[in-house]
């Protein structure tokens, strides 16, 4: 083992302080040989497990600084389950009630992680227009203006989520790489990381060249690419892409826009785990095979790529399944409670995961289910 990083040699005031600084490291075997260096930023370190562990904290304090949100407040926002972790942590510490809405796409893991941190979690279908109002952002916006004392977070919208990145994302990177980082890799759900990290990085050293990472069916790609906005369809890989270009994402950052499948994301998501000992999500799946693609192409040894390993992969096994499913494939039933409640008395071997839409608002306040951890 290395020598402890100087940040943890004393000890933190609260877990608030565990937030950024995360580790940079080299990816090897799953870029198949190629002769430019790619780095993951291991998001999936912070209190959260996610990049958005930078923005929860930072939206609350700009919205306390604002006089917005007061004390005992509540604050409302539209989630993929990230944002929410990240929020709900803050505002466990700061006596704050949260409300999140998420699409029904959404992992059980992530609904059952907010809620242990007491957050109220309602779930929206996906498969609805940006501007129905039962799609997700509609319906938080809906329940603030509903609910005294609410403040949305508004992530799409908020500055507050780039200008974080802004100070801490992309500096880290630069005195990571000690300025030698020639290429950014991102996905934006929001674009608060790519425009933050992307606006520090060009200010540093101009030349950097800023690459977008989009699944395929969000319409932020080919919006970039065409200047027309198609219309989105639903897809399975979680918190990036779009429906809509949000006003968070500054598209004159970014000098590039790529698109890949869910099929690539999950791939290189459980290659990430088997060969390299990092166990991410499918969004970090998305960007860290575009980044390999890239690295490829340039065939540059003197070029450095940095891309976001941004979350950790909690909702894997589940996006397995249902990628299984999709496929026709044959997926074990799950136990009924009389099967576990026998296997757990050592009476029986009850096989299978539980179903996602049957047990996705049950036991609110259970016990968390950690098998992927």
């Not at 809620?115 to 109220?120: I, K, M, S, T, V």
Request: net charge negative.
């Amino acid at each position: 083992m290395g020598p402890v990083s100087e940040r943890y040699r004393k000890p933190s005031t609260s877990v608030l302080d565990l937030i950024g600084w995360t580790p940079l490291v080299r990816l090897n075997a799953v870029t198949d040989g190629a002769r430019t260096p790619v780095y993951g930023k291991c998001e999936f370190v912070g209190p959260g497990g996610s990049v958005k562990d930078r923005i929860g904290v930072a939206m609350i304090e700009a919205a306390e600084a604002a006089s917005t949100l007061q004390p005992g407040g509540t604050i409302v926002e539209a989630t993929s389950g990230n944002t929410g972790i990240a929020l709900a942590i803050a505002a466990s510490l700061k006596g704050y009630r949260c409300v999140f809405t998420m699409p029904d796409k959404m992992s059980h893991e992530k609904v059952k992680l907010l809620r242990a941190f007491g957050a109220e979690v309602i779930i929206t279908p996906t498969a609805v227009p940006p501007d129905h109002p039962d799609h997700y952002l509609q319906k938080a916006r809906s329940i603030t203006a509903a609910t005294p004392g609410a403040v949305m977070a508004d992530q799409f919208y908020n500055q507050a989520n780039p200008d974080a990145h802004f100070r801490t994302t992309g500096p880290e990177i630069w005195e990571q790489t000690e300025g030698r980082v020639t290429h950014f890799v991102a996905s934006a759900g929001t674009g608060g990381t790519i425009t933050g990290v992307g606006r520090y990085l060009k200010q540093r050293n101009p030349p950097v060249r800023i690459v977008g990472i989009d699944p395929e069916d969000s319409l932020i790609g080919p919006f970039f690419n065409t200047g027309k906005r198609i219309e989105g369809h639903p897809y399975k890989v979680e918190g990036i892409g779009n429906d809509k270009i949000p006003g968070a994402l500054d598209l004159s950052v970014v000098d590039e826009y790529r698109t890949f499948s869910d099929g690539e994301a999950f791939r290189m998501g459980h290659r990430l785990a088997r060969e390299e000992g990092l166990f991410t999500g499918g969004s970090a799946g998305l960007m860290v095979h575009g980044a390999v693609a890239l690295a490829h192409e340039l065939d540059d040894p003197d070029a450095l790529i940095v891309t976001l390993l941004c979350d950790w992969g909690r909702a894997l096994p589940e996006q397995d399944v249902r990628r299984r499913l999709d496929a026709g494939e044959r997926v074990p039933r799950a136990p009924a409670p009389h099967e576990r409640r026998r296997d757990a008395r050592g009476e029986g071997a009850a096989r299978g995961r539980p179903d996602h839409r049957e047990t996705l608002d049950a036991d609110p306040h259970g016990a968390l289910d950690t098998h992927c951890a």
